[in-house]
């Protein structure tokens, strides 16, 4: 059965309540067996250590229903990894990668009928999170941990579709410290990014691209997403230490490279706009968001990139072939997908 009022082509980035979500906890030193739930609540008790010291890391990946009819989960595998870096990175019980699969598997199966069917471009979100659920008043690390993964019938992120967005650049925010939390994906980060956020959605962008922290030099990453360039027949795609690592930017590296690109992973300046041919934000989400402008909110500098309007040739073919990929259109070459068994 399928859900009766949902309008797949006409999905937004948003939650849709879905049948289960499953759930495991950690206690007296081990992970018990994967639950299923119906409830969209959790019990917590008042001074967990999520709740007061944010103890709290999460994961989102996608599923599709592809050309075939057959469901395909988008490397897990990276998402269980990085999953255990957050947790290791804020001193939580990591999860074992082949249980953080088998949660995937099973949330996805029990909510077969809300993955948006081949052809209307939406997909099924994946949102693990962990917490820390142990009472705590004193600052240390809980002792009891709960995984949740839930998923909802997305669209694309982006309201107005694989079309370049506006973005500003200001050194007066800063989304994490430089030896911080950036690289790990921690319910903190996005917290202190939202001042950041809300100022730039005020001024008409779509989203503030972030300065390196240290040095207020380089290009780091832009809001929720790293950020990639084009130029001679080159994706540069910037090497810093405070972005988090997204599973959509090592992907377009590799197509990129197969479509005949050379790949730079390096630092690089504002400076350079000047000589950038096509830029854009990459995620799960969005896969790429092109970015026809960018504007220096300190300097009053605005670039601009490719033609008004328009996506540039390079993005819209790596875009183009990670979605064919992802739903199955083109062979999966890569050994990315898992075909489920549904
Ligand atoms: N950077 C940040 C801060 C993010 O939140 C995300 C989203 O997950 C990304 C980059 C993109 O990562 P991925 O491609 O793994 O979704
Ligand atoms: C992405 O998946 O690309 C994101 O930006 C994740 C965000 C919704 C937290």
Request: glycine fraction near 8%.
């Amino acid at each position: 059965m399928t859900p009766a009022n949902l309008d797949w082509a006409n999905l937004t980035f948003s939650y849709t309540k879905t049948d289960y979500n499953v759930r495991c906890t950690y206690k007296n030193g081990e992970w018990g067996p994967i639950e299923v739930s119906d409830s969209e609540y959790i019990p917590l008790h008042i001074a967990a250590s999520c709740l007061h010291y944010g103890q709290e890391s999460f994961e989102g990946l996608k599923a599709f229903r592809g050309k075939d009819g057959k469901v395909r989960i988008f490397r897990m595998e990276e998402n269980a990894k990085r999953f255990i870096r957050s947790a290791e990175g804020i001193s939580m019980q990591p999860m074992p990668v082949e249980l953080f699969c088998e949660m995937v598997r099973k949330v996805v199966k029990l909510n077969e009928r809300f993955i948006p069917p081949y052809g209307t471009g939406a997909s099924l979100y994946i949102r693990p999170l962990e917490i820390g659920v142990t009472p705590l008043v004193g600052v240390s690390p809980a002792t009891e941990y709960i995984v949740i993964m839930l998923v909802t019938p997305v669209g694309p992120y982006f309201k107005n579709g694989f079309k370049p967005i506006k973005v500003c650049m200001s050194r007066e925010y800063d989304r994490v410290a430089p030896k911080g939390t950036g690289s790990i994906k921690i319910g903190g980060n996005y917290a202190a990014s939202l001042n950041a956020g809300q100022m730039a959605h005020s001024k008409g962008y779509g989203n503030m691209l972030y300065f390196d922290p240290k040095d207020k030099t380089y290009i780091d990453e832009c809001g929720a997403a790293n950020f990639f360039a084009i130029k001679d027949n080159t994706y540069i795609t910037p090497g810093s230490e405070t972005v988090l690592p997204s599973i959509t930017n090592m992907s377009l590296e590799v197509l990129a490279e197969d479509l005949g690109m050379k790949v730079e992973r390096r630092l690089f300046k504002v400076d350079e706009f000047n000589d950038f041919e096509e830029c854009s934000a990459c995620g799960t989400a969005a896969v790429c968001s092109p970015i026809g402008q960018i504007d220096d909110l300190d300097t009053g500098e605005s670039y601009k990139f490719g033609k008004e309007g328009e996506a540039g040739p390079m993005t819209t073919a790596l875009y183009n072939k990670l979605r064919a990929i992802q739903y199955g259109e083109e062979e999966d070459i890569h050994n990315w997908c898992e075909v489920l068994d549904i």
